[in-house]
């Protein structure tokens, strides 16, 4: 198993570019073209990686 990484950029041949270079290196390689994209990515992967169980809420924050 890979080590998993995620490019994120808005100029595609970036993207291109360092997916190229990064795969090469036998990294595991994941792209989105802007931080709301990557949060996806990113929430999609931890459905996965919990059995597809569906995220119900945030954690809660405790007040000062």
Do not use: C, H, Q, W
Request: charged fraction near 25%; glycine fraction near 4%; aromatic fraction near 4%.
């Amino acid at each position: 198993m890979s080590a998993r990484i995620l490019v994120v950029d808005d100029i595609p041949a970036n993207v291109r570019l360092l997916e190229a270079k990064l795969s090469a290196e036998y990294f595991d390689v994941m792209t989105a073209d802007s931080g709301a994209a990557a949060l996806d990515v990113i929430a999609a992967t931890v459905r996965r990686l919990l059995g597809g169980e569906a995220l119900t809420r945030s954690p809660e924050r405790s007040s000062p």
